[in-house]
């Protein structure tokens, strides 16, 4: 069995179809390679609703048009993540319509409300699971009150889970959303969750969120994938401003299929499909520039623990400064109100979370 994973999806801006007369020809390429797949999945960061009320505390919300479930199709995607920092962008109410539009169309998806999807195919048993990290300050986590959110990153429970599904003779998928965007070093403490994981159960660790490549490598009988990079993300908007509050740079266009070959549950190879966001059309295999990009990033995982943190550090306050010189006066001035107020104070309240569910389980499994 041949199963294909994507990034980051968010079917607005340029790759809408109520934007994109060209969306169709745009993708073709990519539907026709796609095509030669039994399963293709991918993490829906967009959810398909007609909500114009954003719901949280947020610098930016994203969404697709319900007519976008085209592109889903189109493209062979039938399994999509819904674990991630913007599927609750709109709300109880844009949350729902995205769940009723994919199950409308014979969609697939797992990441929310503890489910976790289970699939006898071609003599493979294979169970999709999906998490969200409290890293990535998202609005909706699982709520076991109402039993609607997002699945919560909680390591302790994801190594419960997937040693249920292997004892059941399940082939683990596992969906993360986590770590820091547009840089290509992985947060450590997840790179040490991810490998003390593959002590205790083999899985394929399949993540996204950063929007850039990062490394890959196999630990035991897992592999560990932690960014994809993006399949296709357009520039953000706010209503603060006519510039777009993040624009796609070169780093951002490059990503890749991770193509999993599977034969009675089990993981017998895999390869890495290069995926470059062009101007006019989305090109397949033709980029030896991204795989030389992953194989530098998957180098990087090797090295000592505190020079990689060093050089992780060293990336991410240039990408933070360079942020810095994008905003003036005006820019914090417009961001004196309760919703600054409300992200700084929910981030602060995510992090101890954090702490609990991934530092921690660091360090227990070390004890």
């Not at 709520?143 to 190594?159: C, F």
Request: aromatic share 12%; net charge positive; hydrophobic share 35%.
């Amino acid at each position: 069995m041949k199963v294909a994973l994507l990034g980051d999806m968010g079917f607005f801006g340029k790759y809408s179809i109520a934007n994109n007369g060209n969306i169709f020809n745009y993708f073709k390429d990519a539907a026709v390679f796609l095509k030669g797949f039994d399963l293709v999945v991918g993490n829906l960061e967009t959810p398909l609703c007609n909500s114009n009320t954003p719901f949280g505390y947020k610098s930016a919300y994203i969404k697709a048009e319900p007519e976008n479930v085209e592109l889903l199709k189109y493209l062979n995607i039938s399994i999509v993540n819904l674990a991630n920092n913007h599927i609750f962008d709109y709300g109880v109410k844009g949350y729902k319509s995205n769940i009723e539009i994919l199950e409308k169309n014979n969609i697939n998806y797992f990441g929310i409300e503890k489910k976790t999807l289970y699939l006898d195919c071609q003599n493979n048993k294979v169970a999709f699971s999906g998490f969200c990290c409290y890293s990535t300050n998202a609005c909706g986590y699982y709520d076991a009150k109402t039993g609607l959110g997002v699945n919560i990153l909680d390591a302790y429970e994801v190594e419960k889970i997937l040693l249920e599904n292997h004892n059941k003779g399940f082939l683990n998928i596992v969906s993360i959303h986590c770590g820091q965007e547009h840089i290509h070093y992985p947060n450590y403490d997840h790179i040490e969750m991810a490998r003390k994981i593959a002590l205790k159960v083999p899985y394929i660790f399949y993540g996204h969120h950063p929007h850039v490549i990062q490394g890959i490598e196999e630990i035991k009988d897992s592999l560990i994938a932690y960014s994809l990079g993006n399949f296709c993300f357009d520039d953000v908007y706010t209503d603060k401003s006519e510039k777009p509050l993040l624009v796609q740079t070169n780093k951002n266009k490059k990503s890749f299929i991770l193509a999993l070959n599977i034969e009675n549950s089990k993981l017998i190879d895999f390869d890495t499909i290069p995926i470059y966001s062009g101007d006019e059309k989305m090109i397949i295999d033709q980029n030896n520039e991204i795989r030389s990009d992953l194989d530098k990033y998957s180098r990087l995982l090797k090295i000592e623990k505190n020079i990689y943190v060093q050089q992780r550090n060293e990336q991410l306050k240039a990408y933070i400064n360079s942020r810095k010189t994008l905003r003036d006066f005006k820019w914090y001035v417009k961001r004196l109100n309760l919703n600054s107020i409300m992200m700084i104070f929910n981030a602060r309240r995510n992090l101890k979370k954090y702490k609990n569910n991934v530092k921690n389980y660091i360090k227990d499994v070390v004890k």
